[in-house]
């Protein structure tokens, strides 16, 4: 029978080359809450795992020009119970918490949530929101790349052969920012956005937005940055007519699909609904800080 | 003389010192430390791994198998098909052989076409692809109105719908009508002074035991069968197997293991007939797991509906008759057992006047099968809102409306029993007595209340109780416990023997240990079980009486039984030490042997059980998402022996109906696949989605039990849909007519109602 190898390298070349190296599917394995799912259920049959939790670059959350550098590996508990991190990105915690339960938690990494490039991955829309670049590196060395620039489509990257997601760095939070993550699922736990909303704002001393980044999960094939739904913000204090405006841009940009989550007609409708509370979410929390 | 079942009443002036309380479950240290023995912890010598390959279409000719690749592969020990079945004649047999594996056609995706037994799991999975099926795809239809329909793709060429006279022309996907009528009903119509009538959906909803069904199959070679499995009824399943293999029952033996949940989903085997035969191919034991997909596509939900309710009222509050007409999609095979819901769905008010009548309808989705009270929740859940509505129109109070209807002792039902003590008023009074029925309620929030019936069940039942050579006590039992019921079954052996119950220790008997047990189902076995054990108890106490009055040498009547002890009837008898069970017990070899008791009977006298649920929802009107705040059980257990296991009966079927309500439900694509077969998309409820459930146990004891229980298993999901729906209405004015109330049909109703209210 074909079996599969299992390699656990200890540093980034070894892993890089690895992965360069295999001929057939090579997976990368990191918390593997997806890739053990697939296994299981006969999806993917890969000839190769590589393990990349053994490499420090990819397991340590550090600070870095005023912000924070998390490895891509690190495990969302292990994020969660980071307290300078979770005060200053509450939303991109919001997502992170809500992964799987406990356990998953202790498993699941935002590096897997991002590379596994389901649209309806729930840290990835206050990460994209929070303007995280991502360090990527592989056979031809290293590069760093908006996040949003990474899921393309429903399970493909724009990773190359070898590739590898190092590390996310977080920009500095200017004062008076805050961000939220706010997602419909049926169920409370355990349960696949069927609309997700992450929200990042920075207002001035006066209370008006300044930036603003409008992030809408699982209604198309990734994670959508709509602008038109930021500059429904910029330049206002959030009253209600702007939150209308924000509401209706960011039901406007959904191009999502009728599945087994949600239909179309309720995904765009929801979206705004999301955006709005997520809105008043951040907006309250950079009123605090 | 000896004791009967009859012998065994209820006698309130009973002081009673175990019964009632709360000692931990003897089967509880094993289930939290993790050795209890599941469906697939069974491993022998030698054992094979058994896959199943299943049907991706959910209607097809299966024209031709090709197993020669498969068998051929390094590794396969085994290979069946349809043509390892015996051939049956048309009947129940046959269904349920064909529901194993598929004969001339597959039924719905999931369906068994083959299976294969090899050396590991990688194997058998590889040899599953090396299967050829040649289908011929035909159209499918899934709902079940939709395949009453004239155009419909009919499963059955030569089906003739059973209980019409005359049965109607032409090809049908109807497989059987009944009718129930008492009184007459359009007298009753007549009568009324306000009449509402409305039309039901519910959905097909899966059992959601957490255990897969997993087996370990063993046939030898002098054509033996061991066979080890988790089900709710393992002398059932030996008799049906032996029909549908064509073996001797005395021949097959089956083992049952602990149950991770079966909620009537594990009255019926699937895998197990294949195992058996794949065992007996490959010369070596079998085991087949199932896996979640295959649990979700291939093994029962219970039955979705449509219904068309009507009711009629005079305007100060009596009901005055009641009309049915219940549609009850089946899958392929009959199994819903519908004939519950005509007979149980108006039961508990005093209407005279009732015609409800039931069709059992074939469609291409799995063979459904029992599920907690079969087929009356999802009828009830019309019910209750016709009467809902019924209260709202007169401006009464909706538990002083079915107080007004409530049936009391002497009703007499459209099944035909009369009412003895029955506790439906009692739970109805502590529902409204309960702070939870007048709590303030915030916006957005509303309350809701519905009520419901089960007739609970008796049937053949055997138990054995052997005193050991210490005093102590062990107990056979013929019902795989589901919930419970051997603890509450020991603490009765205990009362009688008057000794503590973790003195008494039972196992749950193989199929070759005691005579037939009816499987566990319809709230019948710590009843049942109760009973025999009691009987058991009070012969086993007989014989404890003749060997002291033979170590005493006094006449047997000389002798009482009483707390543990046998002691002189009066000082007339002689002045002796009473004699406990391990002073008896010890003495046994001189006095005539070991001291047991045994029962064989087919339990009667079931009380009918009755439940009121009260339920506080808040419903998002942004998003439809309905919340449940509060729930509270309120239900006649007649007695709760061990009145946790009652709450945790209470409590599971109020969550199992919270799922019902606002979430679960088979998702299919165009083709007819399930699009949601794993535990991520069929959504049943998870712990934080339910609030701490609040239970009453009211106890209007069963006189025809020696400690007044009725059972407890099926009433507490009845009412649940209806209460939720109706505490929607209270919340946002809209009531909520078709399942599940989830968010997106939520928020539709709501923007409906709101567009209609602008056009005003
Ligand atoms: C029970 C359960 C519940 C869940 N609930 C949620 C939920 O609520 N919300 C949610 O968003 N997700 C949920 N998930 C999905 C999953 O847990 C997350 O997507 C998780 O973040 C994946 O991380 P991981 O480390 O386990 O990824 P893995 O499974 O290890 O990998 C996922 C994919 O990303 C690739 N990959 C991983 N790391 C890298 C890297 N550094 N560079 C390049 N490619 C990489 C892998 O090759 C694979 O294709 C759930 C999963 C389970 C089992």
Redesign the interface.
């Known amino acids: 029978?074909d079996e599969m190898r299992y390699e656990a390298p200890e540093t980034l070349d070894a892993a890089v080359a690895l992965l360069a190296g295999a001929d057939g599917d090579a997976r990368i394995l990191a918390g593997g809450t997806d890739v053990l799912v697939l296994l299981h259920?006969?999806m993917i049959e890969p000839g190769l795992l590589v393990d990349i939790k053994k490499i420090p670059e990819l397991t340590s959350i550090a600070v870095e020009a005023g912000g924070f550098r998390v490895g891509a590996a690190v495990s969302a508990m292990e994020l969660v119970e980071h307290d300078a991190f979770s005060k200053a990105w509450p939303g991109v915690i919001e997502g992170v918490k809500l992964i799987g339960s406990i356990q998953i938690m202790g498993r699941a990494t935002m590096g897997g949530n991002l590379c596994n490039a389901s649209p309806a991955a729930d840290s990835v829309p206050a990460l994209i929101a929070a303007g995280a670049i991502g360090t990527i590196v592989g056979p031809e060395g290293r590069r760093d790349v908006p996040v949003e620039d990474i899921a393309t489509a429903p399970g493909e990257t724009s990773l190359g052969k070898g590739e590898i997601l190092v590390s996310f760095l977080f920009p500095p939070r200017p004062p008076h920012s805050g961000d939220a993550y706010r997602r419909?699922t049926?169920?409370?736990?355990?349960?696949?956005a069927?609309v997700g909303v992450g929200i990042s704002l920075s207002l001035d001393d006066g209370g008006t937005c300044q930036a603003a980044r409008v992030v809408l999960g699982a209604v198309a094939e990734r994670a959508l940055l709509v602008e038109a739904a930021a500059a429904a913000l910029i330049g206002t204090p959030l009253d209600e007519a702007a939150l209308e405006r924000l509401a209706a841009a960011a039901s406007a940009a959904c191009r999502p699909i009728d599945?087994?989550?949600?239909?179309k007609?309720?995904r765009i409708?929801?979206a705004g609904?999301l955006a709005r509370r997520a809105a008043q979410d951040a907006l309250e929390r950079a009123r605090g800080n | 003389m000896t004791i009967t079942q009859d012998d065994l009443r209820f006698d309130p002036d009973r002081k009673l010192k175990v019964v009632g309380t709360t000692p931990i479950k003897p089967d509880g240290v094993d289930k939290v430390t993790g050795r209890a023995k599941f469906g697939a912890d069974t491993h022998l010598p030698g054992m094979l791994v058994g896959k199943v390959l299943r049907s991706p279409h959910a209607h097809a000719i299966i024209k031709s198998i090709d197993t020669s690749s498969a068998a051929a592969l390094a590794g396969v020990k085994a290979v069946v098909t349809r043509d390892d079945f015996p051939e049956l004649p048309p009947g129940e047999f046959r269904d349920i052989s064909s529901n194993c594996m598929a004969r001339e056609k597959a039924f719905y995706d999931g369906h068994a076409v083959a299976a294969v037994a090899a050396t590991s799991e990688r194997i058998a999975k590889k040899a599953l692809k090396l299967i050829e099926v040649d289908y011929q795809v035909l159209p499918h239809v899934i709902d079940v109105m939709d395949a009453i329909k004239p155009d419909a793709p009919i499963l059955f060429e030569d089906m003739v719908t059973k209980g019409m006279d005359p049965a109607p022309d032409g090809p049908t996907n109807i497989l059987q009508r009944k009718e129930f009528t008492m009184g007459d009903v359009d007298a009753g119509f007549a009568e009324a002074d306000i009449i509402v009538e409305r039309e039901f959906d519910t959905k097909p909803m899966h059992q959601g035991y957490i255990e897969p069904q997993a087996c370990v199959a063993n046939f030898t070679e002098d054509g033996q069968t061991e066979l080890w499995c988790c089900t709710q009824g393992h002398f059932v399943f030996r008799t049906r197997l032996a029909a549908v293999l064509k073996m001797d029952i005395s021949r097959i033996r089956v083992t049952q293991s602990e149950l991770g949940g079966g909620f009537g989903g594990k009255t019926m085997f699937y895998a197990e007939p294949v195992a058996i035969l794949l065992s007996r191919k490959a010369n070596r034991p079998v085991k087949i797991t199932l896996t979640r997909n295959e649990v979700l596509r291939a093994t029962g939900p219970v039955a979705g509906t449509h219904s068309r309710i009507k009711m009629g009222m005079t305007k100060d509050g009596r009901f005055t008759a009641a009309e049915a007409e219940l549609y009850f999609q089946t899958g392929p095979f009959t199994g819903s057992a519908f004939a519950n819901a005509p007979q149980a769905m108006f039961t508990r008010y005093d209407l005279q006047n009732i015609r409800a009548v039931g069709y059992e309808v074939v469609s291409n989705r799995p063979k459904v099968n029992a599920f907690r009270a079969p087929c009356v929740p999802q009828v009830v859940f019309g019910v209750e809102g016709v009467i809902h509505e019924l209260a709202r129109k007169i401006g009464m109070d909706p538990i002083d409306l079915r107080l007004k209807n409530a049936a009391t002792e002497g009703y007499k039902t459209i099944y035909g029993a009369t009412f003895g003590p029955i506790g439906y008023v009692e739970t109805l009074e502590a529902a409204k007595a309960h702070p939870h029925y007048t709590a303030p309620l915030g916006p957005d929030q509303g309350r809701g209340i519905a009520t419901g019936f089960w007739f609970n069940r008796g049937g053949e039942t055997t138990a054995s109780l052997n005193i050991t050579p210490d005093g102590t006590v062990t107990l056979l039992l013929g019902n795989p416990d589901v919930a419970g019921s051997r603890v509450s079954i020991c603490m009765m052996a205990a009362e009688e023997l008057g000794i503590p119950v973790d003195k008494v220790r039972p196992i749950i008997g193989d199929t070759s240990t005691l005579g037939f047990n009816r499987v566990t189902a319809g709230s019948r076995v710590t009843f049942s079980a109760g009973m025999a054990i009691v009987l058991s108890a009070r012969k086993a106490i007989e014989t404890l009486c003749q060997r002291a009055a033979m170590m005493w040498d006094v006449p047997e009547d000389g002798v009482v039984f009483e707390d543990g002890h046998v002691r002189p009837a009066s000082s007339n008898v002689g002045d002796f030490e009473p004699l406990s069970i391990a002073d008896i017990a010890k003495k046994a070899t001189e006095t005539g042997g070991p001291i047991a008791g045994h029962a064989e009977i087919v339990a009667e006298g079931a009380g009918p059980g009755f439940g009121c649920h009260i339920v506080d929802v808040e419903v998002d009107k942004e998003t439809g998402a309905v919340k449940i705040l509060r729930y509270t059980v309120v239900e006649d257990a007649g007695k709760a022996i061990h009145p946790h296991q009652v709450e945790g009966q209470y409590q599971g079927g109020a969550v199992q109906g919270i799922g019902w309500a606002l979430n679960e439900e088979y998702i299919y694509d165009k083709d007819g696949r399930m699009e949601n077969a794993g535990f991520l998309d069929y959504r049943i409820p998870v712990a934080s989605d339910v609030p701490m459930i609040d239970t009453v146990i009211v106890e209007v004891p069963n006189p025809l039990h020696p400690y007044g229980l009725r059972g407890v298993g099926e009433v507490p999901l009845v009412p649940t849909m209806a209460a939720i729906a109706n505490a929607i209405d209270d919340a946002i004015g809209i009531r909520p007519r078709s399942l599940p109330m989830s968010p997106p049909k939520v928020l539709k109703l709501i923007e409906e109602a709101e567009m209609s209210r602008d056009q005003a």
């Open positions: 029978m259920s006969d419909f049926p169920r409370t736990e355990m349960d696949i069927v599945d087994k989550r949600g239909t007609e309720f409708k929801v609904v």
